[in-house]
């Protein structure tokens, strides 16, 4: 097993010169993880998404020559930290990646932890969403050698083309690391892909999936994708590192798109932060998966304000059934506080030729914005009523680490302290998130007001009633039952952990 936890390299190991290097990526344990305040948080079996992100990483390593890579996704065979480090240790490998979420920290920590000691000298490399936010206290907390900021692709290939050479690994921009358990940055803190169109689309096989499903699709099974990665605006409530959009061209997402219908998988969530960014390629997509003759159910989000008759006519033709929009509020006044530059009106535009083209529409509103008024929380739940999509999630704003709100609510004493650094340093099981946004609103109110506007509009009559008009199936009326129980349990224990 290569020891570089302090810069050595694998000289003099043989083993996997040799053999070849054995690469495990997982993406950790949801157990113990932090008790956020969204809608459908519990442990309500509504589905799983395989997880893009170990995935990408392994089919790039492979496609580089490295055939020795396996995915643990241990979210959906529901392990524990200490289980998956023990299902870790019977895999022996020489370098183990994990993916990093704010909201699962503790278990990736613990994870790691349990790794550490099962496996003392294997490479432990962490990488996601939580890293780019506290990079430091990331790698001075965990027992890890490497943090990755940013995309993982070329760096996570250089590292293990060094360890594989029994080289040293290279400094290289994004890569944190401990030596002599002092924490050593990067030249650059922060990496992007190099070129995103040289990144191959997942190899999906990698783990089953006939194990993931949703109780919204229509499907047996499902698949998520991503397109492009990047977005110009800056949400309050949204951490983006790369305020840019880049893609990969139209060709690679058709080409992906007729991999997975091969595989058998009917449906597809693409995950872009908002796919109709360049209105040209999104509509050769859809000519492409037209002309190409591939049947795929597949799903978007958007913006309203990009919504055009034309394209979401091409949409619907190329096997979009459904589109989600991120309103986040019916308050004008509170709308454009939210970073989001958009208006109530191209929302009721935008819903409406997504319905005119027989999409169905899920939109998102969020209660705790700052100086958000008992009113604006009421003119929200009006919008949403009013906008009549077929599904609407509410929740309650988390100020997560590296928002503007969350920094905002900080300077303004709302939010004391650091708490998202001081979990960072020092992660705790079942952390409870000590403080939100409660300048106007105090926290029992805000979830009085996420339960009330879900029930009141799941639950009304009419909304009953054209559900059961719309049942296609014994799967489809199962599905809905369970969707209907998540919403009716979630009021009684808001602050259970989020399933994937």
């Known amino acids: ?140 907390a965990a027992a890890a050698d490497y943090v990755v900021c940013g995309d993982g692709e070329d760096v996570l290939l250089d590292l293990v083309t060094a360890l594989s050479r029994g080289e040293a690994v290279p400094v290289m921009d994004g890569l944190w690391r401990k030596e002599n358990g002092a924490v050593v940055p990067p030249p650059e803190p922060l990496v992007m892909v190099r070129d995103l169109t040289a990144i191959p689309p997942p190899d999906r096989t990698l783990l089953d999936v006939r194990r993931y499903s949703s109780v919204l699709t229509p499907s047996d099974y499902e698949t ?27 060709e690679q997402v058709v080409e992906e798109f007729r991999q997975i219908a091969e595989l058998g998988i009917a449906d597809v969530q693409v995950y872009d932060d908002t796919f109709t960014w360049g209105k040209a390629r999104a509509m050769e997509i859809c000519q492409g998966i037209i002309d190409s003759g591939i049947k795929v159910n597949w799903a978007i989000r958007d913006r309203v304000n990009r919504v055009t008759p034309d394209l979401y006519e091409l949409l619907k033709q190329a096997g979009c059934y459904r589109v989600h929009f991120g309103v986040e509020t019916g308050s004008p006044r509170i709308l454009k506080e939210t970073g989001k530059f958009m208006e109530l009106e191209q929302a009721r535009e935008g819903v409406r030729i997504a319905k005119s083209v027989g999409m169905t529409v899920m939109t998102y509103f969020m209660f705790g914005f700052l100086d958000e008024t008992l009113e604006d929380a009421r003119l929200t739940m009006a919008f949403a009523r009013e906008l009549d999509p077929d599904y609407v999630s509410f929740g309650v704003l988390i100020p997560y680490p590296g928002t503007a709100i969350y920094d905002a609510a900080r300077e303004k004493g709302i939010i004391p302290g650091d708490y998202w650094r001081d979990f960072a340093l020092d992660p705790e099981p079942d952390y409870r998130i000590p403080f939100v946004v409660e300048d106007k609103l105090d926290r029992a109110t805000l979830m009085k007001l996420k339960n009330s506007a879900t029930r009141s509009f799941y639950f009304h009559p009419s909304r009953l009633l054209r559900e059961l008009t719309r049942l296609r199936s014994f799967k489809d009326m199962r599905n809905k039952a369970r969707l209907g129980l998540a919403i009716l349990a979630d009021g009684l224990n808001p602050f259970s952990p989020r399933r994937s």
Not at 3 to 31: C, E, M, N, W
Not at 33 to 42: G, P
Not at 84 to 112: H, Q, S
Not at 226 to 237: A, E, I, L, N
Request: glycine letters at 6%; one cysteine or more; aromatic letters at 10%.
């Open 1 to 140: 097993m290569p020891d570089s936890r302090h810069g050595t390299s694998l000289a003099g190991t043989g083993t996997v010169k040799d053999q070849g290097i054995k690469v495990v990526l997982v993406y950790p344990s949801s157990r113990h993880s932090v008790q956020t305040l969204y809608t459908f948080n519990r442990n309500q079996s509504i589905g799983f998404k395989p997880p893009l992100s170990i995935l990408i990483l392994a089919t790039y390593l492979r496609a580089k020559g490295f055939f020795n890579v396996h995915c643990l996704d241990a979210q959906m065979e529901d392990l524990t930290p200490e289980e998956t480090a023990a299902r870790l240790a019977e895999m022996r490998p020489d370098v183990v990646g994990i993916t990093a979420w704010t909201d699962f920290w503790y278990p990736c920590w613990k994870t790691v932890e349990e790794t550490r000691r099962l496996l003392p000298k294997t490479v432990i490399v962490l990488g996601g969403p939580h890293c780019g936010v506290y990079p430091r206290e990331t790698t001075r």
């Open 224 to 250: 998520t994708m991503v397109t492009s990665r990047g977005c110009p605006y800056k949400c309050v409530f949204c951490k983006m590192d790369v305020q840019k959009v880049y893609a990969r061209t139209a």
